[in-house]
């Protein structure tokens, strides 16, 4: 049987597997993507993120447990974690990930957990995250959600893969952190102050406030090369559908005030579906993966093309500063060294 | 006057005028960048990066105070300063970072400070950032500080511009901020411990120690795809010249630890030119540049030629998903749907 047949029927080994060949971007692994893509599209894709710190790894895996076993009566869902871990190869941080989360979900079939150390910086973990998420979404698993440490721009590209974001505050956290939240507020549909039994709470749940009327008074998605970007809204737009995101307390560790988040986290789903929303963000979302596609493609075209003696030599004009980078680029598309 | 040659005459204004035709990417800025290219390569390079809340900023303005004045007998060194802040335009958070630096080291003509906001997802903050160096660079600062809030892989890449990179730490951090410091740790020249006299530095530096003897036991740059990339090095290379990281405590509030913090940059700078390392990790970053913007140029001349009908189409035939976003590509390059 095929990788992407033994995924469909559940094959948990299979599925594994078909991760790791995604993350090693191999034939196989692209072979079976493209097999499985027509079952893709039915997940509820949920972003996780903020600062170090601030306990995202707890709530995941509380909301994880939340979505097995709902209390508000709706059935169980299959539930998977993409964790992205800025932790090198060598320190294996991300397999210490998977082993620690185990404990509290272990021996669950419809809990499936990945993760996924950052290497290199060829700019592909965006584009291999996209593609595990993939396979998670063709294998049955209803919601899926990505973890990302850190607040980066690619925190910010993972992000854009989700449906819904959750960004994740606490309370006590200094200025420079307060500056890095202010950035990635951007992308929050739920803001999420989670330790919410410490000091200082009613601080930061009013400096998040204070936050959102200055950054989310109109917020508005549209596509933009095939990127969702938040712009201001028109006036006559802000009288119809719009989202704010409400900010809810959690104690990931005890579990408190997570039946709450997960009710936010379906009620934005609602907002999604009603106002065509899903739609965009799914349509935004495949439009950004074939531009990195695309771009990967063309560059390894021209490369297998390219003269090595001709590159080589341009190589060391640049390195004598004969030419600029741009005019070295101008001179191996051209053949000539205009501008 | 042409701005790039205002620029060479030491106009602050044209400088700062300059700097932002090249955030903007704007064709003035490109063909300034191409004039003055010529007169880059003399500066030093020192990336500064750290989880948020570790003080880098602090840091890097006693850090400019000290190579104004050095308490050793060199000679006053013009210094500039970038700063990437993860902040979102709206919030206005560069421009606030300029503003409280400039009561530090204002009115100092052989300082230069330049906040940037990350902005969008083009992927072009790195190549922005390494423009604004080599106008700096061109413009006669001799030490370059590129500075970056947070650990994700942006800011690995940004500090893969340097010719020495600073990772500050700070002592008493959670174990979730530990694991960044393992991802970043592989890009650390200096490891700096700041707010040394915060409880828990013994602990803090025992834990660095721990990680560099896991991370660093035999560091060696190497290139790979124009990226300057750490590998192994052999039994032989070992014997030879090794660079072990220092850790260097500091309180950049009050100035302590900074002059034995400087002269290890200087340090590693002496090491980087009796090795070669120095014009290796110049080739890499010009590589690496030259790869973005040869990626770019492939993508916007495909663009213009490409059949926007076309095109539409295989976008409706991906979000049906009849097409998986790798056969789209294909289909697009191919004029088939072949994968």
């Known amino acids: ?150 607040a980066g721009q690619t925190e910010v590209d993972i992000a854009k893969l989700a449906h819904t974001t959750l960004v994740v505050n606490v309370p006590g956290l200094g200025d420079d952190v307060q500056a890095i939240k202010a950035g990635i507020l951007e992308i929050a549909d739920i803001l999420v102050l989670n330790k919410a039994d410490r000091p ?45 995101p409400p900010i809810r307390r959690t104690v990931a560790t005890d579990g408190k005030g997570i039946p709450e988040l997960a009710e936010a986290i379906a009620g934005h789903r609602l907002h999604l579906e009603k106002t065509g929303d899903w739609k965009l963000r799914d349509r935004a979302r495949l439009e950004s993966e074939v531009e990195t596609l695309l771009q990967q493609s063309l560059v390894s075209r021209w490369r297998e093309n390219v003269n090595a003696k001709k590159y080589e030599a341009m190589l060391e004009q640049l390195l004598a500063r004969e030419l600029s980078p741009r005019q070295a680029v101008a001179a191996m598309l051209n053949g000539d060294t205009a501008q």
Not at 13 to 38: H, M, P, W, Y
Not at 219 to 242: C, F, L, N, W, Y
């Open 200 to 244: 200082g709470v009613e601080a930061a749940e009013r400096a998040l406030l204070g936050m959102l009327k200055l950054g989310h008074p109109t917020k508005r998605t549209i596509m933009h090369h095939g990127q969702a970007q938040t712009v201001e809204s028109t006036d006559a737009e802000i009288s119809g559908d719009m989202w704010i």
């Open 1 to 150: 049987m095929n990788l992407h047949q033994s995924v469909l029927q559940g094959d948990r080994l299979a599925l594994a597997r078909l991760l790791t060949e995604i993350e090693n971007d191999s034939a196989a692994g692209q072979q079976a993507l493209n097999e499985l893509f027509k079952n893709t599209g039915k997940a509820h894709l949920i972003g996780v993120t903020g600062a170090p710190g601030t306990g995202k790894s707890s709530l995941v895996n509380q909301l994880a447990l939340h979505f097995r076993n709902p209390t508000n009566g709706d059935a169980a869902r299959r539930v998977a974690v993409v964790a992205v871990d800025p932790t090198s190869p060598f320190t294996g941080g991300a397999v210490l990930g998977d082993r620690v989360r185990m404990r509290e979900l272990s021996g669950d079939d419809g809990v499936f957990i990945r993760s996924m150390a950052t290497r290199g910086s060829l700019g592909g973990l965006a584009a291999a995250t996209a593609g595990l998420v993939q396979a998670l979404d063709a294998a049955g698993y209803e919601i899926i959600f990505i973890e990302t440490v850190g």
